[in-house]
């Protein structure tokens, strides 16, 4: 019995040794170790065996077994190794590899993160409403008369439905205090819709980032004072702003800032950059009324708005000359920017 089981772990070596695949590798496990193979069948012949032999041939028989696992496992390698080189036989790992175009930022995007990064650190938190709006929170809210210009149907894309594209992001402020008790301090940066003809300086869809500042005594200075902290930012220290009176329905005093623009080769000139102002005592009571208490009633509360264009802040920023360059995607444009 043991040259038995000599003769059968010679044996399954050699076989093993010989396959040429996996599947031969596999046939081999099968006629050996398998439940009909013959090191099994010799483990049966143990019975008959007397009490000193038992120990002898079962160490036998469990060398045996190891020998022809170990044996099938290192074949198995061999043969995984070879069929490895062979599929990599056909690649030229020196062949240069091709050219990865790694994707950039938009330029508006760019600016957006950038504004936002700003203000974030003064406090404002990000507020956002929809697209599709109700006359109410576009103007009505906001202290808009019925026959102002901005509702007229030339000016405005209305639905049959009565909604509207909101002619601007204030509509966020109105939003804002409906559902939030002050103090508030948001922006919300989002697309505004208007029927202009397209020109270098319109499109019918831009993008405005507003801000509402709203608590106890938030006074004139707190806005002049942010703002200028925002542009200096955003465009360096030395970066003058004026503040020109102006008029909105929804501020009251209302100015327009403007940004002194130095060109090379041009005289430095003011261009207008954003609308802000004290928030109009009749929209905190229009919000009263909308949420029935008085929270934001006006002896209570102050605050201020400002509202900007991003593509204005991006063609300033970097000098480009028409707005529709940022939405035609031309990648020779675009390019630039990554
Ligand atoms: N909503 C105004 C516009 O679109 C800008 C603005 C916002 C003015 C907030 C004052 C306060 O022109």
Same mark, same amino acid.
């Given at each position: 019995m043991k040259d038995e089981i000599q003769q059968i772990q010679t044996d399954a070596v050699a076989a093993i040794g010989a396959a040429p695949d996996e599947n031969c590798l596999d046939q081999a496990r099968v006629a050996f170790l398998g439940k009909k193979g013959r090191l099994t069948a010799a483990s049966a012949g143990m019975? $008959? @065996? $007397?009490? #000193? #032999?038992k120990p002898v041939v079962g160490q036998l028989l469990n060398t045996a077994r190891t020998v022809i696992t170990d044996a099938l496992e290192k074949r198995r390698a061999t043969l995984q190794d070879a069929a490895d080189r062979a599929a990599l036989a056909g690649i030229d790992l020196t062949l240069p590899a091709r050219p990865v175009h790694p994707g950039g930022l938009h330029p508006l995007t760019i600016v957006k993160d950038e504004a936002v990064r700003i203000l974030r650190r003064l406090g404002f938190a990000i507020a956002a409403g929809p697209e599709i709006e109700t006359e109410f929170h576009c103007f009505d809210a906001l202290n808009t008369p019925a026959d102002h210009p901005a509702r007229n149907e030339k000016d405005t894309f209305y639905f049959d439905s009565g909604k509207? @594209?909101?002619?601007?992001? $204030? !509509?966020? =402020?109105?939003? !804002?205090?409906?559902? =939030? /008790?002050?103090?508030?301090r948001i922006i919300a940066p989002g697309s505004a819709y208007r029927r202009d003809e397209i020109d270098a300086t319109h499109l019918s869809v831009?993008? =405005? @980032?507003e801000g509402l500042y709203v608590a106890e005594d938030v006074n004139l200075p707190d806005l002049k004072g942010t703002l200028e902290y925002f542009y200096q930012s955003l465009f360096g220290r030395d970066t003058e702003l004026q503040f020109r009176p102006h008029f909105f329905p929804f501020t009251e005093p209302s100015f327009e800032i403007d940004i002194k623009l130095h060109t090379r080769g041009q005289r430095p000139r003011w261009i207008e950059? /954003?609308?802000c102002g004290m928030v109009d005592p009749a929209v905190f009571e229009e919000i009263c009324k909308s949420r029935g208490d008085d929270l934001y009633h006006p002896d209570k509360v102050t605050g201020f708005a400002f509202g900007m264009g991003l593509d204005r802040l991006a063609m300033i920023r970097w000098g480009i000359r028409d707005i529709r360059l940022l939405i035609e995607n031309d990648t020779r444009f675009l390019r630039q920017f990554a």
């Open positions: 019975r $008959s @065996l $007397s009490k #000193e #032999e509207l @594209l909101r002619t601007h992001t $204030s !509509t966020v =402020q109105i939003r !804002t205090m409906e559902t =939030q /008790a002050p103090p508030v831009f993008n =405005q @980032l950059i /954003a609308g």
